[in-house]
Each structure stands twice: as structure tokens, then as C-alpha cells.
């Protein structure tokens, strides 16, 4: 039943009249409201954030006058919450709010108490001050017994600021007035227009409480509204995968434990969504609607070879492959199995996907593909591996100085020798001999042997090894920082571009002819093409320079121009940025860094 409904059924009955005092005393005036702050109280319990009121505020000045006329009264007692049940949040927003709200009752009803004692007889003319001094010295005692008109109970509302809580604090009545009724409170509670969450057990018992006059209650509490939540993906892949070499205790590392190529079958789900909920509407003390926001909707990272399920809640894979997240979406890359080697049975091999190779890759062959190459074998001398995405290969890489591996993202071998490599990120391996490494990241050789023995590694960031050069002194460099892959690819192109020179002027040498005319143009063609990539890897790797050197004072707390090693030969050079230094000694357990502008070993 609704507050209105609840009045209007109590007003249909027969009222009793209540008694009412006919004495009626003066009011004493009261000295001006007290400026001082209101002490918070903050205990753990919520039940226990109350307002503490100094000494000369209002609300005693009120007190004292009602215990003057009706004795015994309670001392008042100002608690937002005796159940507990508001947010500590909450409690710490409103007390600011009621302290001042209630300061501004406490003053409002003082000014109506002292009524016409401040202003002499209230309704009658304003005199000059000595007429109106003979006057009062003429009045009775009766005349001057005469003072304001009594005073009902007042009942006062204090409103949260999300309008959810509503608190009443009564004012008993003065000289005589109305004690508080029932009917009084739902009468009040309907011109504030307080329908909403009104706590009617409270209202239907407060008249009659002992502590109604100077005591704060929660008397309506609203419906808080509730937004909706936004829609949510789950996934049955992971969209990150940390590739890390796990070492037994033995020093080694089982490369075949990586399972690059995350296989799906053709219509699995790959992930699927949970729907946005719909936000559910609050009501405020004052009957008005709080209105809530629905949960956001979220697509599906809907990518190649992948379909959305017609309910609408389901990626699904269309083809049978790997899976793979490229950053806004989910792809499936086809998977090329080659059961043996990859030889003349097979070809070269140029992948839009993934390629897994149960054997060797063999000297003079090429694999490309645009996702993650697992070979079980070998890479032998002459080949050529290019990976869009990571390369592992379990019994390592063997080159003869003519073999080639670029990898856009990792790099995982059981050892390198004799073997160019260009990796965009990581490298981790057991052993390096006599090769040529170009690392975007980290050079990590610190598994199984754990050696770096002849050839040039050059890392962007940092190199870890066990052992660094040998003991025979063999020439081994080391070079930190920079743009590595940027100068490798600068360098191939180089080469290209001296090629297509030597072509070039082969051809002009040759007799006159048609079909020399013909290799001639297209041999022109391809050198501008050639020579115009040149220009560009260079002007990036001009860019690429001025980043190194804004980094170049940071190489000491960020790891990054750093050689870890447990043991570095004589016969070493390391190299970081325009720094050089050539090891005479052997050094054992050091970092070797650059510290204002100079390679020191620590």
C-alpha cells in the first residue's frame, strides 16, 4: 500500500483530539549559531557513523528547552546507520551532507522558537525605543507572560544525493504545541513526496517511541538501479603464447616440446560470447525511476578462415589448421604437413600457413611460410627458411656459410653453425659457431654447451652465454644495440643491387641483338627497383639510428646493451654503439655494459 493510500485510509477514521498545554513559557533567546565544524565519527563498524555536535550547536539550545518543559528526554543522537547496512562509501559521502542540513534546520527552528521575544510584541507597531522601554515597564506580569504562539512537532527529511535514502529527524513541540502523531508523519512524509521504499513499521511506531524528538532514523530507502553487464568473449585459445625453453637438470632442452602449430579442426569452436545483459531500472525515494545502462555489446575477432555461428555467439574454424591471434582477431592458418624431407619429392615450398616437417629441410632447398616452420631434423648447408611467424628446429641448423634464415618473430634450435640468421625478435639455442646472427631481442645460449665460439652476434638488447669465444683465441664479435635485422636486410640488398650491376654490365658486353636488348631492359628495371628498396631500408635505418642514441643513456638500468656470461676468451670484441673493446684476459662471471660512453667489465 502506498503512503497516499495508507493517509487517506487513516484520515477516513474517527480522529482522537490530543491534549493540548495551555501554559505556555517564555523562550529564553539564544545566543547566534556556532560556526564550528562537525566532528565526523568514523569507527570500523558502520553503525557507529555518527555526527558529533559541539556543545554551543543549536540542536542542544532545542534539547534544553524541551527537557525544561517535559523533563526527562534522551540525548540526541545523530547515526546514519544502526543496522549497519551502508557502504562505508556511502557513509563517508553523506555526512558532510547531513551535517549541513541539519545545522540549517537546527538554526531555521531556533529563529521560529524565539518568535517575538527578540522583537518585542510581534503584530503591534514598531515604537520608538523609549515609548516601547515605558511600555514593558508598564506591562503586567500576565501581558509579559504572553510570548510566541506554541509550537507543534516538526518532523524534517534529509534526501541523499542519489535521492536512495531519506532520513527524518523530529523537533519535539514547544509551549504547549502538538506531540507527534502517526498521521502527522504520513501527512509530512506525502508533502515532501516521500512514496517510494517508506519503512511503514518505523512511521507506525515512531509516535510512540521514547526516542522520537532529536534522533535520526532511516525512514524510506529507494531501489538502487543496476546497469547491465557488458558482453564478454571467452576464448579456447590462448591469444598469447610465452614460448620458453624449460631446462632439466641435466643442462638440456627438448626442442620438441614446443607445439607451435595449435591445431583445429574444421568447425570447432575457437571461441564464443556471452551476451550483453540488460540493465534493470531504480526507484527513488520520491517514486521517480533511476534510469540504468545496458552492457555494451562485443564482436567476435572474427578473421581469416573463420565464420560466425547463426545464433550469433560462436567463431567457429572453416578449414582444419592452426590457430593463431594476430592482434584483432582470430585466424586459421592451413597446415602443411610434409611427412619426410623436403627434397625433390617435394620441392620448394612456398606456404600461406603453417609448416610442419616431420624430417630434414636438405642442402640447396627453400621454405617459405607465412605463419610458424617446426623441421624434426635438420637444416642443412645451402637452404633457405623464411617464417612469417616462429622457427624451431629440434637437431639445429647446419649450414656452410650459404645458409640463410629469416624469422619474423622467434627463433628456437638445438645449435647454429656456419648459418646467417635474421630473427625480429629472440633467438635461444645450445650452441653458435662461426655464424652470423642479426637478433631484433635477446641472444639467449645458455642451455646444454652454452657457447658462442667464432662469427659476429649482433642483438638489439642483450646476449647471454656461458662461454664466449675459446680458448684458441678464435675471433668472435660481439655488437649490442642498434637496428640489427634493418642492417642485414640493408646488406642483402646491397648485394642485390652489386648483382644487378655485374649483370648489367655483363650484358653490355655481349653483341648486339634483340634478346639482348630485351635482358637489358628488364635488367634495368629490376636494378632501379633494387637500388630504390636501398634507399629506403637506409633512410629507415637512419631513423632507427637517432632512436638508439635517445636510448643510448638508458643501456645501464634497462638490460638493454648488456653481455651476461660466465666465462669471456681473449680474442672477444664486443662493440656497443661507437664503442669497441677487444678482451686480452679471460673474465669469469662478468656484465659487460657501457657506462658513460665507455665498455667497462664488471
Not at 495508507?6 to 549559531?33: D, F, I, M, R, Y
Not at 518505523?202 to 529507494?222: D, I, P, S
Request: hydrophobic share 35%; charged share 25%.
Amino acid at each position: 500500500m502506498s503512503i497516499k493510500k495508507k493517509l487517506t485510509s487513516l484520515l477516513s477514521g474517527q480522529k482522537t483530539a490530543e491534549p493540548v498545554e495551555t501554559a505556555q513559557k517564555t523562550v529564553p533567546e539564544a545566543p547566534e549559531p556556532v560556526r564550528e565544524e562537525i566532528l565526523v565519527t568514523a569507527d570500523r563498524d558502520p553503525s557507529q557513523y555518527v555526527l558529533e555536535l559541539p556543545e554551543e550547536h543549536q540542536i542542544y539550545q532545542l534539547h534544553s528547552q524541551r527537557r525544561h518543559e517535559a523533563g526527562y528526554l534522551p540525548t540526541p543522537r545523530l547515526c546514519l546507520d544502526e543496522e549497519g547496512l551502508l557502504s562505508p562509501e556511502t557513509l563517508r559521502i553523506e555526512l558532510p551532507r547531513l551535517r549541513t542540513q541539519v545545522t540549517a534546520a537546527c538554526n531555521a527552528r531556533m529563529k521560529e522558537a524565539r518568535g517575538k521575544n527578540k522583537g518585542g510584541l510581534g503584530k503591534k507597531k514598531r515604537k520608538d525605543k523609549d515609548s516601547k522601554a515605558k511600555e514593558e515597564e508598564q506591562e503586567s506580569p500576565e501581558q509579559q507572560a504572553e510570548g510566541p504562539p506554541a509550537l507543534d512537532a516538526l518532523p524534517c527529511f534529509f534526501l541523499s544525493a542519489d535521492k536512495l535514502l531519506a532520513w527524518i529527524l523530529v523537533f519535539p513541540p514547544m509551549r504547549g504545541g502538538k506531540e507527534l502523531s502517526r498521521n502527522q508523519l504520513y501527512e509530512a512524509l506525502i508533502e515532501r513526496g516521500i512514496d517510494y521504499g517508506v519503512d511503514t513499521n518505523l512511521v507506525n511506531q515512531l509516535a510512540h517511541n521514547e526516542r522520537k524528538y532529536f534522533n535520526l532514523y532511516l525512514v524510506a530507502r529507494g531501489k538502487p538501479a543496476f546497469n547491465g553487464k557488458n558482453g564478454n568473449i571467452v576464448d579456447n585459445f590462448p591469444r598469447v603464447v610465452e614460448r620458453t625453453l624449460d631446462v632439466d637438470e641435466f643442462d638440456q632442452v627438448d626442442y620438441t616440446a614446443l607445439n607451435l602449430i595449435r591445431n583445429v579442426d574444421q568447425g570447432e569452436e575457437i571461441c564464443h560470447l556471452i551476451k550483453p545483459t540488460e540493465g534493470e531500472p531504480g526507484r527513488s525515494v520520491l517514486n521517480e525511476e533511476i534510469p540504468a545502462k545496458s552492457g555494451r555489446d562485443v564482436p567476435l575477432p572474427k578473421g581469416r578462415n573463420t565464420e560466425i555461428s547463426e545464433d550469433g555467439t560462436q567463431l567457429l574454424a572453416t578449414i582444419a589448421g592452426s590457430v593463431e591471434f594476430t592482434g584483432r582477431s582470430f585466424q586459421v592458418n592451413p597446415v602443411l604437413e610434409i611427412a619426410g624431407d623436403v627434397d625433390f619429392s617435394t620441392g620448394n615450398l612456398n606456404f600461406m600457413g603453417d609448416i610442419n616437417i616431420r624430417g630434414n629441410v636438405l642442402s640447396g632447398f627453400t621454405v617459405r611460410a607465412r605463419g610458424n616452420i617446426q623441421v624434426a631434423g635438420v637444416v642443412e648447408a645451402g637452404s633457405t627458411v623464411e617464417a612469417g611467424g616462429d622457427l624451431v628446429v629440434v637437431k639445429g641448423i647446419l649450414g656452410d656459410g650459404t645458409t640463410t634464415v629469416q624469422v619474423h618473430r622467434n627463433v628456437f634450435s638445438k645449435y647454429v653453425e656456419n648459418a646467417t640468421i635474421s630473427v625480429r625478435e629472440n633467438l635461444q639455442t645450445d650452441c653458435i659457431i662461426s655464424s652470423s646472427i642479426y637478433c631484433g631481442g635477446e641472444v639467449v645460449v645458455q642451455s646444454g654447451r652454452g657457447s658462442i665460439m667464432g662469427g659476429r652476434v649482433w642483438a638489439a638488447k642483450r646476449v647471454r652465454a656461458n662461454a664466449v669465444g675459446s680458448q684458441s683465441e678464435c675471433k668472435t664479435s660481439i655488437h649490442l644495440g642498434g637496428n640489427p635485422c634493418g642492417s642485414f636486410e640493408q646488406e642483402v640488398a646491397q648485394r642485390e643491387v652489386n648483382r644487378l650491376e655485374m649483370e648489367l654490365e655483363r650484358l653490355s658486353c655481349q653483341p648486339e641483338s634483340p634478346v639482348r636488348s630485351s635482358l637489358l631492359g628488364k635488367a634495368k628495371i629490376r636494378l632501379m627497383t633494387a637500388e630504390m628498396k636501398l634507399r629506403q631500408l637506409e633512410s629507415r635505418s637512419d631513423d632507427a639510428g637517432d632512436e638508439e642514441a635517445e636510448e643510448s643513456g638508458k643501456s645501464e638500468d634497462s638490460g638493454v646493451g648488456r653481455l651476461e656470461c660466465a666465462i669471456a676468451y681473449p680474442g672477444t670484441k664486443i662493440r656497443i654503439g661507437s664503442e669497441s673493446l677487444r678482451l686480452h684476459n679471460v673474465e669469469r662471471r662478468c656484465v659487460i655494459t657501457i657506462v658513460n660512453d665507455e665498455i667497462v667489465v664488471m
